[in-house]
């Protein structure tokens, strides 16, 4: 069974940065893609970044273009996710997201076959 934990939440202030960690372990896991999502408060989740692990192709959502990073270490099995000028809008619980394939689309939540518990980010202004 594939296990992804995520790491690296907490409460921060508008302006301020975090990463985000998320370590994949499972005796035959082999990703094709890794993803973060967000679902703030009354909303539904939505796509924010992710990463195709062999070539290291990622996609972004406009909303976060030029203020996260996703990146990957392989060594480690393990996804980050860089967020600078965080913003109030950026509050959510974030998760982590493993597909076994390589996928032409990112941004669909059904794409994806395992997740993480999630980990809450709160940005105050």
């Known amino acids: 069974q594939v296990q992804l934990v995520e790491s690296g939440g907490g409460s921060v202030q508008a302006g301020d940065s975090l990463r985000l960690s998320c370590a994949a372990s499972?005796?035959?896991?082999?990703?094709?893609?890794m993803g973060w999502f967000r679902q703030g408060p009354g909303k539904e989740r939505e796509f924010v970044a992710a990463?195709?692990?062999?070539?290291?192709?990622?996609g972004y959502a406009d909303s976060v273009k030029g203020r996260f990073t996703i990146s990957r270490d392989n060594a480690k099995n393990t996804v980050y996710l860089q967020m600078n000028s965080l913003k109030p809008e950026d509050t959510a619980v974030f998760y982590c997201a493993a597909a076994k394939t390589v996928l032409a689309n990112l941004y669909y939540t059904e794409s994806y076959d395992y997740w993480g518990q999630g980990t809450q980010v709160t940005v105050s202004s």
């Open positions: 499972g005796r035959t896991f082999s990703a094709g893609t």
């Open positions: 990463i195709r692990w062999r070539t290291g192709n990622t």
